[in-house]
Every structure is written in structure tokens, then in C-alpha cells.
């Protein structure tokens, strides 16, 4: 093993502000679920976020099952899923004892194909069951194929949720991502673009869904004195604690952006003597936060993703493959899939490199040369 200073994949980057916003908190004794930087949290997202309605909650896998709950989804309803994503984009489904149908990617910007979500669609419309919503990934900060998505889920009348959690400060078109939709989510886990040390956000143009999401958040109370409730509710929303947090983060949101891009124009120049590698580069109306930076080997690669990922970890340099497709995961393997391969060969092929916004240069010199020496190995 290495005595080389660990570097990870994508750590906490914390902010001098959110220490000035939770002193704040503590001084004032808002240490609850309730308070005035949640306000202000969800005040500074709706900028963020087309002045949409924001709805701060306790994780992003709590916003998509809430926006699953308010899309009115029920026991064996069927939701259209991406494949490529982690598993928090499916669980939701489960939750309700509705069923996933996992729909593959496109290899431009590995996101859900437009193409195989029509055939998904139209499919199950033939058997007599039209997916009730569609949740949609931008992985790794790139954005989908939005408009070619939208038109599609438009005409059939499908509302989409935007599943933004790795995309915060990605856009289309110049709009956030996240702001397409029916309804859209962010995570502010502690690897993510920015942190709440846990938490999340539903965000739609529909006030009214969501106030809903805020009651059904907190227990869904009746407006009456007493303790009465008609619904059954759920704990998931934030702490003023973790918002103060986020207010910090948020202060430096465009900077972690610019750093996250810089990263990958780093790697992108640093190894592209090496032709054996590619990356996942911005098309056409894209403009990625870049959450992390991904590397796909050739097909008649000298070596193979495990080879570079131990070598890695003999220098105590942390990186992961690509996520697993859902469709190819136990957990989900009763499910519906509509599958082109595009996905499982990225998996095969992918890698994602450390890109934390806190990595110094050296840091990054020595996971490229670190590269490197696995190809002279
Ligand atoms: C992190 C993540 C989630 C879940 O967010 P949490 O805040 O960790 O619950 C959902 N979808 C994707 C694609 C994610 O990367």
C-alpha cells in the first residue's frame, strides 16, 4: 500500500460561509426541522431554478418519492425509469409497489434514448398498460436529450420527473436542468456537487404540488388544533442545520461548477496523447457541472478498467466504475427492460476519476501520471 496521501473520489468541499450560517443557527436555537434558513434555502434554490416552487427535504430519494406520490402513483402502476443511474432513482417505484421499466441510453450522452423510450412506450401501451411517468437521469452532470424527451412524454401525456440529483448548475438550452418537467430533484448528499451533509429538493412550477409535498413531509397534519391526520405523512424534511449549510454552499455553487470543468478539461488535455481514451464531452446545446469526470477505455484497450482501478488503489487514489445498470442488477432483475447494450458496454468500459472541487493541482498530476504508468506497466 501506498504512504501517498489518500485522494478520493468526490469529498465534502465545505465553505467558510456555511460555518457563518450555522453559527447563526445555533445562536437563534434552530435546531429543528423548522426555520428561517430553510426559508431562505429554498428562497436561493427557486433563483437557481426558474423562480419554481422548492420543496428542501431530508434526501434526493425522498423528493422522487414524494414526486411519485403526487403524480398519484399506486400498486402496479407501471413507471419508466433510465437504467444508468444509481440505485436511488428506482427505489421510489418499489416503495409504492409500483413497477420499474428500465429503458436504456443513448451513447452521446449516455442519458435515456429517445428512440427506446418510444418503443417502450408504445409497447406497453399495445399490452394494455401506459406508464403512468417517466423518471428521468442526467448522469454525471449531462444533460439528456431534452427536447427529443420531452416531445415524446408531451404526446403521450406522461409527466416527467427530472431525476437532477448529480446535476445541479447543469443546463440545456441555458435552462437548469431540473426546470423541464413536471417536477424536478436535487441531492445535497456529501458527494455531490455541493452539500448539505444529507438532504435533497423537490422543485416544480406548480405551487400547489408543492405546499402538498411540504405537508406530506411533515407528517401530513391536518389544519386543525389538535393532532389529526387524514393521510399518512412522512418525516422528510430537512434540518435548518443542514440548510444553513446549503445557504453556504450555494454562495459557491458557480465556483464548484467552474472547478468541476476545469477538472475535466485537466484530464481531457493531460491524457489525450493517449488514444486508447475518451471522454464525455458536451454536445450541442450542453453545458455539464461535470460532477465527475468519466473515462471510457477502447474496445481493444491494452488494458481494462479493473487493471487502472487497482493500480489506483495501490497509489491510494480512489475511483469507481460507472454505475451498474439497473436492468442489471438482483434487486431489480423481475423487472421490464428495454435494452440496446449501450449502457452495460459503458459499464464494462467506464470509469469515473477522482473530482473533487477540493483536489490540489498535484493532486490531479498524480492521478494522471498514475494513468500513465498503468499503460508503461
Ligand atoms: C445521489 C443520487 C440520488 C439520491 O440522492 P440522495 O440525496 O442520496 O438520496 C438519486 N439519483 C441519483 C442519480 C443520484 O446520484
Redesign the pocket.
Known amino acids: 500500500m501506498s504512504n501517498k496521501k489518500k485522494i478520493w473520489l468526490s469529498s465534502p468541499h465545505i465553505s467558510v460561509e456555511s460555518r457563518k450560517y450555522v453559527d447563526e443557527a445555533f445562536d437563534s436555537n434552530w435546531i429543528a426541522p423548522a426555520g428561517p434558513h430553510i426559508d431562505r434555502f429554498e428562497a436561493r434554490l427557486s433563483e437557481l431554478s426558474l423562480n419554481h416552487s422548492v420543496a428542501s427535504l431530508s434526501?434526493?430519494?425522498?423528493a422522487?418519492h414524494l414526486a411519485l406520490i403526487l403524480l398519484g402513483i399506486n400498486t402496479n402502476d407501471s413507471v419508466i425509469c433510465s437504467t444508468f443511474?444509481?440505485s436511488?432513482?428506482a427505489n421510489p417505484i418499489k416503495y409504492l409497489g409500483a413497477n420499474p421499466i428500465f429503458v436504456d441510453s443513448e451513447r452521446e450522452s449516455w442519458n435515456m434514448c429517445p428512440d427506446l423510450l418510444l418503443q417502450a412506450i408504445q409497447s406497453e401501451i399495445n399490452k394494455g398498460k401506459k406508464p403512468k411517468a417517466i423518471i428521468l437521469?442526467h448522469?454525471y452532470g449531462m444533460p439528456a436529450k431534452m427536447n427529443e424527451i420531452t416531445e415524446i412524454a408531451k404526446m403521450f401525456q406522461i409527466p416527467i420527473i427530472e431525476?437532477a440529483?448529480?446535476a445541479l448548475g447543469s443546463k440545456y438550452d441555458n435552462q437548469p436542468l431540473g426546470t423541464f418537467s413536471d417536477f424536478g430533484?436535487y441531492?445535497?448528499?456529501g458527494n455531490?456537487i455541493i452539500t448539505t451533509s444529507?438532504?435533497?429538493a423537490l422543485v416544480s412550477n406548480n405551487k400547489k404540488l408543492i405546499d402538498r409535498a411540504k405537508f406530506l413531509a411533515t407528517q401530513a397534519r391536518d389544519d386543525v388544533i389538535h393532532y389529526q391526520h387524514s393521510v399518512i405523512g412522512y418525516n422528510y424534511r430537512i434540518s435548518n442545520v443542514c440548510a444553513a449549510i446549503g445557504l453556504g454552499q450555494l454562495d459557491v455553487l458557480s465556483h464548484r461548477v467552474e472547478r468541476k470543468r476545469e477538472i475535466f478539461n485537466f484530464y481531457k488535455n493531460s491524457l489525450s496523447d493517449i488514444s486508447d481514451i475518451t471522454f464525455l464531452e458536451e454536445k450541442g446545446k450542453c453545458f455539464s457541472n461535470y460532477w465527475l469526470t468519466t473515462i471510457l477505455l477502447d474496445r481493444n484497450s491494452t488494458i481494462d478498467i479493473n487493471t487502472i482501478r487497482s493500480y489506483m488503489l495501490k497509489n491510494n487514489i480512489e475511483c469507481r466504475p460507472l454505475w451498474k445498470p439497473m436492468h442489471m442488477q438482483p434487486v431489480f432483475s423481475d423487472c421490464l427492460s428495454y435494452t440496446n447494450g449501450v449502457s452495460e458496454d459503458l459499464f464494462n468500459r467506464g470509469i469515473c476519476l477522482p473530482s473533487g472541487t477540493n483536489m490540489s493541482h498535484q493532486d490531479l498530476e498524480r492521478v494522471v501520471n498514475t494513468i500513465r504508468d498503468t499503460y508503461e506497466a
Open positions: 434526501s434526493g430519494t425522498a422522487i443511474t444509481f436511488a432513482s437521469v448522469l431525476d440529483a448529480e430533484i441531492s445535497f448528499n455531490k444529507s438532504g435533497g
